[in-house]
């Protein structure tokens, strides 16, 4: 029996995994969510931002591009070994939720042992680009392993999988920061903080399209604690990032020029809850997926105080 070849349900159509990559790589790529870039977007502004911080508190040393270079290849590497090894931990979940029974594992493109197999490849081109850095960076990027361990787990035993989803996708701050200045203080200590709060506002959203599969299989989620009361929820978690972040740049000198422009992604964050609409399939999904220019708005945000 020839295994499917159709793209996963989620993923946009027509993607450029699907038209051009040979068809033994698509089933891979798609584990990896090569045809769904958000989520490694997602993982590499908070290393940019960590950098950004970094260069505002040291203007001297100036902006580590060839740091944010390196971080962003390690961003993919690491979101598709995440997403693979989350995949192998819930394959028998992804089979009874709709919009996941058609992903590579569930469906049957790709074997548990081959992803497993294909886990350990990216892990170790990942640690390739790691071992880069310091070595107060490369030890905190081995301790962010085990918040990438335990998350698939998280949603079977409490309400907030993704408070530990926060923890794991905003270490990135703290590598960013720490490859430049070779330790931590409290102004990538707050950053880290605020891009946690950041993340369990848009994984809220995001969560919205399962509540109903996800209360039929028994999987938590912040999206179902909320209820009816997710968009208030994730405007404080929203405020809470905003000011976390402006604390941050203060502790470190930042001048009125940060304060100014991160006013664009917090107007781009009361959109996504001023939108916000959870009856329809679609809307969610692209409230999330526009956190991207959250990420985007932030980091011209830091450059430009550091240049100022």
């Not at 992803?115 to 170790?124: E, G, K, S």
């Not at 920061?177 to 605020?194: D, F």
Request: with cysteine.
């Amino acid at each position: 029996m020839t295994p499917p070849t159709g793209s996963v349900a989620d993923a946009q159509k027509d993607n450029w995994l699907d038209r051009y990559a040979p068809d033994r790589v698509k089933p891979y790529g798609r584990l990896a969510r090569w045809d769904r870039p958000i989520g490694f977007w997602l993982l590499f502004w908070p290393c940019a931002w960590g950098v950004g911080l970094a260069a505002i508190a040291q203007p001297q040393a100036g902006f580590g591009w060839w740091a944010v270079i390196l971080m962003f290849f390690g961003a993919v590497l690491m979101r598709g070994a995440g997403c693979t090894f989350n995949d192998i931990v819930d394959r028998d979940i992804d089979m009874q939720v709709a919009r996941t029974r058609s992903r590579p594992i569930p469906s049957g493109q790709v074997s548990a042992r081959d992803a497993l197999y294909f886990l350990i490849a990216q892990a170790l081109v990942a640690s390739a680009i790691l071992f880069q850095f310091n070595r107060f960076t490369v030890w905190a990027g081995v301790a962010s392993l085990g918040l990438v361990a335990i998350y698939p787990f998280m949603k079977r035993i409490t309400w907030w999988p993704q408070f530990f989803l926060g923890l794991a996708f905003s270490f990135g701050a703290l590598v960013g920061w720490s490859s430049q200045t070779g330790g931590l203080s409290w102004a990538p200590i707050a950053l880290y903080a605020g891009t946690i709060l950041w993340v369990i506002g848009y994984d809220t959203i995001y969560a919205l399209q399962d509540v109903e599969d996800d209360a039929l299989v028994g999987v938590k989620s912040t999206a179902r604690l909320f209820g009816s009361h997710v968009r208030p929820a994730v405007a404080v978690l929203y405020a809470g990032a905003f000011l976390l972040w402006n604390v941050a740049v203060i502790l470190v000198g930042g001048g009125w020029i940060f304060a100014v422009l991160s006013l664009v992604p917090a107007a781009l964050m009361s959109w996504q809850l001023w939108t916000l609409d959870a009856d329809d399939a679609e809307n969610p999904l692209i409230r999330f997926k526009n956190n991207h220019y959250v990420g985007v708005a932030l980091t011209l945000a830091f450059l430009a105080d550091w240049v100022w």
